[in-house]
T-cell receptor, first 113, second 115 residues
């Protein structure tokens, strides 16, 4: 069975500081994809970053980067230079090669001015 | 609790047919969300309900899509007529209060294939 766990229901960070959101997962697949989605108060989902499991290099997108530890089944999201617009729910998700998706329960991030 | 329950898990249909997806939220949860996931567009919010009332349906693609929540323990997402571009995984999620910071629990999804 595939599972995704986000153990931090809520987090906060000062504007311009760095914050790391945790995600662990379990899968028996060798090839899979990992995602971080952002859901602002508007409720629309925004894809933040995506990582292919077979790639060793950690994905980065501007201020967003991941620390992908395949052996530990960990996929944390680091947000650098936090901005007020980063305030949102963040979902970690796993997709296996069968295009099934599994989501964590989300981490609510608040950026404090 | 059994978590969010969705049925069917897989649906294969032909273009033009009506499709109905079903969701049972976690007991006691007051908010329910319908999402669509494709590799091209990612995860899209289609509609969400608070206390059985639709709050925001701006994500519903077009008139072919409709969603109902007749009571606190059941919701449906209907596509009529279905088209091949509707092929996706459809997720239902529920949360306790519907606040933007509330934990959302996702169901296993329904994989829809329209031929």
């Amino acid at each position: 069975a595939q599972t995704v766990t986000q153990s931090q229901p809520e987090m906060s960070v000062q504007e311009a500081e760095t914050v790391t959101l945790s995600c662990t997962y379990d899968t028996s697949e060798n090839n899979y994809y990992l995602f971080w989605y952002k859901q602002p108060p508007s409720r629309q989902m925004i894809l933040v970053i995506r990582q292919e499991a077979y790639k060793q290099q950690n994905a980065t997108e501007n201020r967003f980067s991941v620390n992908f530890q395949k052996a530990a089944k960990s996929f944390s999201l680091k947000i650098s230079d936090s901005q007020l617009g980063d305030t949102a729910m963040y979902f970690c998700a796993l997709s296996n090669t069968g295009n099934q998706f599994y989501f964590g329960t989300g981490t609510s991030l608040t950026v404090i001015p | 609790d059994a978590g969010v329950i969705q049925s069917p898990r897989h649906e294969v249909t032909e273009m033009g047919q009506e499709v109905t997806l079903r969701c049972k939220p976690i007991s006691g949860h007051n908010s329910l969300f319908w999402y669509r996931q494709t590799m091209m567009r990612g995860l899209e919010l289609l509609i969400y309900f608070n206390n059985n009332v639709p709050i925001d349906d701006s994500g519903m693609p077009e008139d072919r899509f409709s969603a109902k929540m007749p009571n606190a323990s059941f919701s449906t997402l209907k596509i009529q007529p279905s088209e091949p571009r509707d092929s996706a995984v459809y997720f239902c999620a529920s949360s306790l209060s519907g606040m933007a910071t509330d934990t959302q629990y996702f169901g296993p999804g329904t994989r829809l294939t329209v031929l």
